[in-house]
């Protein structure tokens, strides 16, 4: 998912650090960028949570970052 490394590299992080927040391993963060292994419901919202944007967004359902409100 390149949502998922251009979101990450926007905020200067790498992979070890993102997966660390996430509480798992850096490999394992890594098939969620590649698109190797699906993302959990729970760490999408984590993820759309900490970048503040929606999943939507992160899913590639939508070009715009923010959430209708």
Not at 9 to 18: F, P
């Amino acid at each position: 998912m390149n949502r998922l490394r251009d979101l990450r590299e926007d905020a200067d992080l790498n992979q070890t650090q993102v997966a660390q927040l996430l509480g798992m391993s850096q490999t394992g963060y890594s098939k969620y960028e590649t698109g190797e292994n699906d993302i959990p419901t729970r760490v999408l919202i984590q993820l759309a949570d900490f970048y503040q944007v929606s999943v939507d967004y992160i899913l590639g359902r939508t070009n715009q970052k923010k959430m209708n409100k």
